[in-house]
Each structure stands twice: as structure tokens, then as C-alpha cells.
């Protein structure tokens, strides 16, 4: 179905091109911010956007996916956020403070906070919203993210102390998303944790945000209203309406149409189309989105421990061009477990730029020589193949694997794709850790921690606990890669507060995983988002339009 | 006649217990579950059982049947995995947008095909004929999703009072705006997913509605209604048109599931928030409780649709005994 929205889309833009050449000249028009005619905030207007598909939840803490999490956004929040600069900045708590030792962690809370219902906001609420997720009947997603609290101390109403088990840093990163949002013991209290998502409030919403829910419609909206007794500056906005559509087709449709004010992602055969019609009207951001494409090779695998073979992969491969014909352009080329905006990110990695002579050497010395079929063979006469397991009904990822295994072929490996629909893929492929390779791609978060992909307490453990290729696999670390020295690393990452000392170590992990490649490491690509300009004060952090509150809507557009 | 009623009752039941078996091992024998799907990779495997646990989703196939098919009788058909909501009110919620949009799509159809299928059949050859034919066929070839992208890019997006997306503009109801601005409203929003239904609806109906007066004018009956020297136009409406009915009458029998059940396509493209995508999205998350009582809920306006037709048969053909 998408499939051929896509191909009517591409007809549609050729007839639509051929009719533009009969009307006038189309001028450039560039995109333009604010006009600095500003007058200031004023309350009132409406702001509309919209998601294709379904909320799961409006339970913050059950949240796993991205429409619920851009909805409760606006409805709870956390105790510390990300700024604009994706530095930790005060919400609910004022301030906070790490103990010497690194293992308490203490917040000290707002005391003029109140809950939409006009119940007031206390430590009592965090500490409970905490211990639903540690409980053993929560049924979210979201309780690695606190393993290793070991107790929630309240000091007093407006102060609680985390205490950890061990030191974990990330943690703070974890605290600030809106996947811990807080929400209200005296609403929750008297649920088991296990029942949280049955619970009518789940749907019903009360948080502490600048805005408060107002109504559901399953396939139709979500409303809010703004919050007139919030905390912190405004909210300015009355209304927000969040448009459910069932297709990104149909987003981008009602977005032309102006039926909505924000569009997270246009597709990139249509952002030029976009811009000339819509520019004058709209604001577009162009942002490289934290997370990143690879294909996963197997440690173990006959062909793919040897780690020349996995270096004569990454070298047969033209990744830019790859990106340039898949997503026009719209991406960067990624060399290990890191994107190019993160603090700790090292550009002292090899770039592995398309070299099929140094492929062909690596490959000779792992013991592969090309036969008369151009495919390459070891000394018992068996063929370098293997086979890429993915996920179906993914048009760009199964483009990118294409071109992949056509570069591959002509440095002559033999490599095969199999799709699997997407449970399919998880049940027998991933989750188990059975595969030789696999495509897919990590959602990363501002701390560069990468303890689940690649520590080996994370792959396929016996019942002792050791990494054992017979065994189940615990975390991430699907591809079993097992290396000492950065497993002590990961654990140094986890255990220091201190940014150089991180740098330094993350840095050096990337070093290590991009020369021993446990992933050909693929792209990570951008998204160009448009903001209609009668939103005035948007702030744009290097990841998503954030600060809500303090957005408003152009009072000719009231 | 009371006999068969009674035996056709047991049949549907039968019929139904068979429809919730044959659903539930499809469901279950398909491969992953809802935990996959929500908490795809954001969960670790080891996770990811422990929510499996809690779920009971690792009790045998036949004890997790009927835990279901138990609460089913008593009107209860559980919670979605996915949303935590009763199953019941997700699919209630759904329902109204699905059954106005087919209600007034069917009367639209029938209104305007069985006139014109009647016209073309007395006019066999015309060039009204001509015309009805060749936009039955185009409207029967043509993709229903085209047609729609079509409307919206060539309508939606130029018209101002053509809405291309969802069922009503918030803010707008009943009883607190005018009645013809709510009116307006309405319409604007359902003008075009209903041009869509109606003209790929229309032209099956249209060629059946033919095809049936054809048969009919070239039977005895008719000639012998016109060799007795009545007026053409009582042959046609007394005698012909009445009968020609007969086939058309007892497609409504079959109507009915249709009525129920949402056009995944129409919904998916105009955002139309009915119970097609309701069902679909549940399939492709595997929310087992959400699909088990749509296909319930299908199956039983499929065999309530079917004994309609048969009492619709007896009702305008006596020529019909149901033993």
C-alpha cells in the first residue's frame, strides 16, 4: 500500500512539474525565521500537529513508543530536563547534588508545584513514581533504566535522595527523559503496579506540565489546554491539538493543506517540492537525528571473526554514495558507535573510504582468493557468504541493503538478505541472537554509554554467567562481541562523573569498535522539519522543538 | 417454519464457536506476540520475558481459549494488551464513523445504480447504455486508493470547503452550532471518502441491476403482459421492475457485514477514524483480544446477514418455502 502511494506520488510530481512549466516562473523564496515585528507573548491561538499512527498509552511511565512520549511531554515532566544545548537544566527539581562517593544522588524540589487536579506536588510523587517502575509487576519498559537504585530516601516534602548501587552515571540522562515523568501517588496510589495500564487515569492523564489533557478521540485527536496556574513562564498557547492520521502520506498532505502547524519528518523526495510552495509560510530545520544505521556481523561467525574479513567488508563499501542515492544526500557517514553532534564524539577513527585494492589485500590475507566466478574462496574451497536478516515493509532500509550487497558482490562476497516481519525477526533472529548478520538501527541517547550493545555481560550467557555462544542472550549484545579491555571500559564510563575522563574513554571505545568492527557501521541520516511561522519563540535544542511553554501563536492567527 | 428457525439458531451458534476457535489458533500459531511489538527493541530479551510472564501469555493454547471464550460469554471481552483499554469500548468508539460512512455510501449506491442499471437494461444498446457501461467498468478498475489521492490533490488541496482528513472539526457539535453549519461541516469531511465508496460501489450494483432486468424482460410473463395489451410503463414498473428486484433485495442481506466492517483503504487515506484500522493496526501489533472479538463481531453480522437473506428470498418470492 505504501508502496504504491509512493509510485502515484512520484506520477502525481511528474504531472504536477509538467502543469508548474505552464504557469509562471516559480521564484526561490528562502526560508524565513521570526519577522522582529515581535510584540512579545500573548496568550491565546491554537497550536496544531500531528503523528501518523496511535498513542500506546498516556501513561508516561508505560511508555515505548514516540507519539506517546510527544504527547506527555507537554502533560508531565521529569525532574531535570535537556536544554537547548543538551545540558541538564532545573525542572521539577531546582537543583541537585552528587555525593562525594558518586552513590546518592540528591534533588531538591520546587515547593510552589501543583498537580493539575490542584493537589500539590511533593517528593512523596517521585519516590512513588520510581518505585512503580522497580516493582515486579510493571509492565514498561523503563525499569533498566533505574537497576541500579537501591533506595529512595525522603528527606523532606520538597527533597529525596536516590541512593545506587553502584555508580551510574547515565542515569542523569535517564532521569531527564520523558519516559520517568512523574506522576501523582494520590491518582495511582492505590493500584498494583501490574494493573497500571488498565487503570482509567492512564488515559486520563494528570500531570504537572504546562499544559493539561483535555480529551481523547481514538483516530481522531488528543486536546490539551493550557495550564493557567503552571509553575514556570507561561504557557501562552489556549489550545493544543494533536492530529491523529493513520499514514505519513496523510501527514504530509494535511500539513500542505495547513491543516496542522509542525511536521516532525518530510519525506525526502518531497522537501524541495515543499520549500517552493510552502516557504514563505514556514520555517524548515534541517536535524541529524541521534541514532544510526548498521549491519550487525556475527563475532563468531565461520567467515566473520576473522576481523580482516570485517575490515575488507567496511573497505569494499561507497557508504556516501549509498546515502546520496537512498536519502538524497540527507545523511553522514558513521564510523563507529557515535554520531557526529554527541560531546563525546572522536573524529580520530578511520574513515574506511571505498578502497577495493586495500579490500582485496585484507581479504588475501585472511585466506580468501577470487575464483572464476568472481566470488571469493578459502583454501577448503568454501565461498565467502553469508546472509543479512531484516525487517519487512522498511522501503529504505531494504534500498540501502541492496546497494550494500551489490558492493559487496563486486569485491566479491556473496552475501543474501532475508525479511522477516517484524515479531518474526524479534522471536527467532534477534532476540535469541541467532543470525549471521543483521540490518538495524540504534536510537541513542545524549550520554555516549553503550554498555547493552557491547559489554559481554550483555550477549549470550550460560548459567554461570559467562559469555557462551550456547547460551541466552541477556542484553544487546546480539553480534557476542567479547573484548576485555572495553568491557573495562564501559564499566569506567559508567563509574566517573568527570566529562574529560568520559571523553577520553568513550573516545577510545570508538577507536576500538571502528577498527575491530562488531558492525559495518553504516549512516545516520537527517530530518527536515518545518514549523509554520505563525508559532512564534519555538527553541530549537540540536534534537526536537522544545520549551513549549514559553511558545506562542501570532495574535492574527488567534 | 418455526422448525427451521430453530435449527438455523443451532447452526449459527455452531457456525460461531467454530469462527472463535479457527481465530483464536490463527492469532496464536502466528508467530511473536504483543510484547515483541511493544516493547520492540527498547526492552532486553531478558525483559522481555519477564512482561511475557506477566501477561500469562506462556499458559498453554487451550487453558488461554477458554479463560477468553469464558469471559466472552458474559459480554466481557477483555483489555487490549497494547493500550490497557476494554476491548468492547475501543471497537464501541470506532463503530459510529464506520457505519455512517457505509450507510449513507450504500443508500448513495443503491439511490442512484438501480435507476440507472434499469434504464440501461430498457435502453439495451443506447448510448445511455454505452455511457453507464463504460463508467461501470472504469469505476470497478479503477484503484480505490488512486481515486482517493486523485480527489485529494485535485479537490482537497484547491477547495477550501473540502476537508481531506478525519470526520469533523473540533469544537463543532450538535446542538451547540446552527444546524446547517454543523451540517456543513459534516459534509465537507465526508464528501470525498464517500464519492470514493460510492462510485466503486455503484457500478457492481448498476451491472447486476442490468443484468437482472435483461433476464426478466425477455420472459414469458412480460410478453404476455405486453401482448394483453398493457401500457409499456405498467410492464415495466408493475410487472418487470418488481421482479428484477428480487436478487437486488436479498444483497442487502449481505450488506450487512459490509456495514460493520470499516474500508482499511478509505479510513487509512482520509484519516477516517473508523473500526478498519482499528482491526488492522491490532493484527500488525498482534493485540490477540482486539482482532479475536472484531472477527467475532464480523463473523456475527456475516451469519445474522445471511439468515436475512434467506427471510428477505421468502418474503418477495413466494414461489420460496423455507423447510
Not at chain 1, 150 to 176: C, G, K, M
Not at chain 1, 391 to 417: P, R, S, Y
Amino acid at each position: 500500500m505504501k508502496k504504491y502511494l509512493g509510485i502515484v506520488v512520484v506520477l502525481l510530481l511528474a504531472t504536477a512539474v509538467i502543469f508548474s512549466g505552464c504557469t509562471n516562473g516559480a521564484t526561490p523564496t528562502p526560508s524565513n525565521g521570526d519577522n522582529g515585528e515581535d510584540a512579545g507573548p500573548v496568550f491565546g491561538g491554537m497550536y496544531t500537529y500531528g503523528f501518523s499512527g496511535e498513542p500506546a498509552t498516556l501513561n508516561p511511565i508505560l511508555s515505548s513508543d514516540s507519539i506517546t512520549s510527544g504527547i506527555t511531554n507537554f502533560i508531565n515532566e521529569s525532574l531535570i530536563t535537556l536544554d537547548e544545548n543538551l545540558e541538564f537544566a532545573p525542572e521539577l527539581a531546582h537543583d541537585w547534588e552528587i555525593s562525594e562517593d558518586g552513590l546518592v544522588l540528591t534533588f531538591y524540589l520546587r515547593d510552589d508545584v501543583y498537580w493539575h487536579d490542584g493537589e500539590k506536588f511533593t517528593a512523596e510523587d517521585v519516590k512513588f513514581t520510581y518505585e512503580m517502575i522497580l516493582d515486579p509487576g510493571y509492565t514498561g519498559v523503563q525499569s533498566s533504566h533505574l537497576k541500579f537504585v537501591d533506595d529512595l530516601v525522603i528527606v523532606n516534602d520538597y527533597e529525596i535522595e536516590i541512593h545506587l548501587s553502584q555508580i551510574d552515571v547515565p542515569i542523569l540522562n535517564r532521569i531527564a527523559a520523558a519516559a520517568l515523568g512523574i506522576i501523582p501517588q494520590h491518582i495511582f496510589g492505590e493500584v498494583e503496579a501490574s494493573a497500571l495500564r488498565e487503570h482509567p487515569n492512564s488515559w486520563d492523564p494528570i500531570g504537572t506540565g504546562p499544559y493539561k489533557f483535555a480529551e481523547y478521540q481514538s483516530g481522531r485527536h488528543v486536546v490539551l489546554t493550557a495550564n493557567q496556574d503552571y509553575w514556570g513562564e507561561g504557557p501562552y498557547i489556549e489550545t493544543i491539538m494533536i492530529r491523529l492520521y493513520q499514514d505519513s502520506q496523510t501527514l504530509l498532505s494535511a500539513f500542505e493543506n495547513g491543516d496542522i502547524d509542525f511536521i516532525d519528518r518530510i519525506p525526502v523526495e518531497d522537501i524541495d517540492r515543499i520549500k517552493q510552495t510552502m516557504g514563505d509560510d514556514v520555517t524548515f530545520v534541517e536535524i541529524a537525528n541521534n541514532s544510526y544505521y548498521y549491519i550487525g556481523l556475527k563475532q563468531n561467525h565461520k567467515f566473520l571473526q576473522d576481523q580482516n574479513v570485517r575490515q575488507a567488508l567496511m573497505y569494499s563499501l561507497d557508504r556516501q554514495s549509498i546515502i546520496d542515492v537512498v536519502f538524497q544526500g540527507y545523511g553522514t557517514v558513521i564510523n563507529s558507535h557515535s554520531v557526529p553532534f554527541s560531546w563525546a564524539h572522536n573524529e580520530d577513527v578511520t574513515e574506511y573510504e571505498q578502497d577495493l585494492e586495500k579490500a582485496a589485500e585484507l581479504f588475501a590475507e585472511a585466506g580468501f582468493t577470487k575464483g572464476a566466478d568472481g566470488y571469493l574462496y578459502n583454501e577448503d574451497g568454501e565461498k565467502l557468504e553469508f546472509v543479512i536478516v531484516s525487517m519487512t515493509g522498511e522501503e529504505d532500509k531494504a534500498n540501502v541493503i541492496a546497494l550494500v550487497i551489490e558492493q559487496w558482490k563486486e569485491a566479491g562476497a556473496d552475501v543474501k538478505v532475508e525479511y522477516y516481519e517484524r515479531s518474526v525477526l524479534f522471536n527467532q533472529y534477534l532476540d535469541v541472537g541467532e543470525f549471521e548478520s543483521y540490518m538495524w538501527g540504534w536510537n541513542l541517547s545524549v550520554d555516549p554509554d553503550s554498555f547493552n550493545q557491547f559489554h559481554s555481560s550483555q550477549a549470550k550467557l550460560n548459567e554461570a554467567g559467562e559469555p557462551d555462544p550456547d547460551g541466552t542472550l541477556v542484553g544487546f549484545n546480539d553480534v557476542e562481541y567479547i573484548n576485555p579491555h572495553v568491557d573495562a571500559l564501559l564499566e569506567a564510563g559508567r563509574a566517573t562523573y568527570d566529562m574529560q575522563e568520559r571523553i577520553e574513554i568513550y573516545g577510545e571505545i570508538q577507536q576500538i569498535l571502528n577498527e575491530e568492527l562488531p558492525y559495518i557501521f553504516l549512516y545516520t541520516t537527517n530530518d527536515v522539519k518545518a514549523m509554520h511561522n505563525k508559532v512564534k519563540n519555538v527553541v530549537w535544542s540540536p534534537l526536537q522543538p522544545i520549551d513549549h511553554h514559553v511558545w506562542y501563536i501570532d495574535p492574527a492567527f488567534h | 417454519m418455526k422448525r427451521y428457525l430453530i435449527r438455523r439458531f443451532i447452526q449459527m451458534v455452531i457456525v460461531l464457536i467454530g469462527i472463535s476457535i479457527i481465530s483464536f489458533l490463527i492469532m496464536h500459531l502466528a508467530p511473536g506476540d504483543p510484547v515483541d511489538i511493544m516493547a520492540e527493541r527498547n526492552a532486553t530479551p531478558e525483559q522481555k520475558a519477564h512482561i511475557r510472564e506477566l501477561y500469562g501469555l506462556n499458559e498453554p493454547l487451550p487453558i488461554q481459549y477458554l479463560n477468553w471464550i469464558g469471559r466472552v460469554v458474559k459480554g466481557d471481552f477483555g483489555t487490549s494488551f497494547v493500550t490497557g483499554r476494554p476491548v468492547l469500548e475501543m471497537i464501541l468508539e470506532r463503530l459510529p464513523a464506520t457505519l455512517i460512512l457505509n450507510f449513507w455510501a450504500m443508500i448513495i449506491i443503491y439511490l442512484i445504480a438501480v435507476p440507472v442499471g434499469m434504464i440501461s437494461a430498457l435502453k439495451q444498446y443506447s448510448w445511455f447504455d454505452h455511457v453507464v457501461t463504460t463508467v461501470a467498468f472504469f469505476g470497478r478498475a479503477l484503484p480505490q486508493f488512486w481515486f482517493a489521492l486523485m480527489l485529494i490533490y485535485f479537490i482537497g488541496l484547491r477547495f477550501g470547503g473540502v476537508q481531506i482528513s478525519g470526520m469533523a472539526t473540533w469544537g463543532v457539535n450538535w446542538g451547540v452550532q446552527p444546524f446547517f453549519t454543523v451540517l456543513q461541516d459534516r459534509i465537507s469531511y465526508i464528501i470525498l471518502p464517500l464519492i470514493v465508496l460510492a462510485f466503486s460501489g455503484m457500478a457492481g450494483i448498476a451491472r447486476y441491476m442490468r443484468a437482472s432486468m435483461l433476464d426478466v424482460v425477455h420472459q414469458d410473463y412480460i410478453r404476455t403482459a405486453r401482448s394483453k395489451g398493457l401500457p409499456e410503463k405498467k410492464v415495466v414498473t408493475g410487472h418487470a421492475f418488481r421482479n428484477a428486484l428480487l436478487p437486488i433485495v436479498t444483497l442487502i442481506g449481505f450488506e450487512l457485514p459490509i456495514l460493520f466492517s470499516g474500508a482499511v483503504i478509505i479510513e487509512t487515506i482520509f484519516s477516517w477514524p473508523g473500526i478498519g484500522l482499528l482491526a488492522v493496526n491490532a493484527i500488525s501489533q498482534q493485540d490477540y483480544m482486539i482482532v479475536m472479538a472484531f472477527n467475532l463481531l464480523g463473523a456475527t453480522m456475516t451469519v445474522i446477514g445471511m439468515f436475512l437473506a434467506d427471510i428477505l428470498y421468502m418474503v418477495v418470492d413466494p414461489r420460496i418455502k423455507l423447510e
